[in-house]
């Protein structure tokens, strides 16, 4: 998991944290997110899955958009979107891509 914060337009910092399932990183994570918040720092975190994850669900629009062939579905609503874009094949794109992406 990478932790990516930045503090009233200061440079974007990243923090990673790696251990076995199980060892507390949510934990900890669940823990200092606050810390930083109170501080004025806005928080996004990148979560690594090492398996295949949905976060559509099937019989939706965007779940049949994407499966129609859509390499990109955003949903958007009043209190969140997501962004959900299929690889189709292509390689994982690395850490630092994913960084530039965010927008803490």
């Known amino acids: 998991m990478a932790i990516i914060g930045r503090s009233r337009g200061r440079t974007m910092k990243t923090f ?15 823990k200092l997110v606050p810390l930083f918040v ?11 899955a090492h398996h295949t994850f949905d976060v559509d669900q099937p019989g939706k629009d965007s779940y049949r958009h994407r499966h129609a062939g859509c390499t990109e579905v955003l949903v958007t609503s009043s209190r969140r979107w997501v962004l959900m874009h299929e690889l189709r094949g292509a390689e994982e794109p690395p850490l630092a891509e994913h960084v530039r992406r965010m927008s803490p």
């Open 16 to 30: 990673g944290f790696a251990g076995w399932s199980g060892s507390g990183k949510t934990t900890l994570i669940e």
């Open 38 to 48: 109170a501080e004025g720092v806005k928080v996004s975190l990148i979560k690594h």
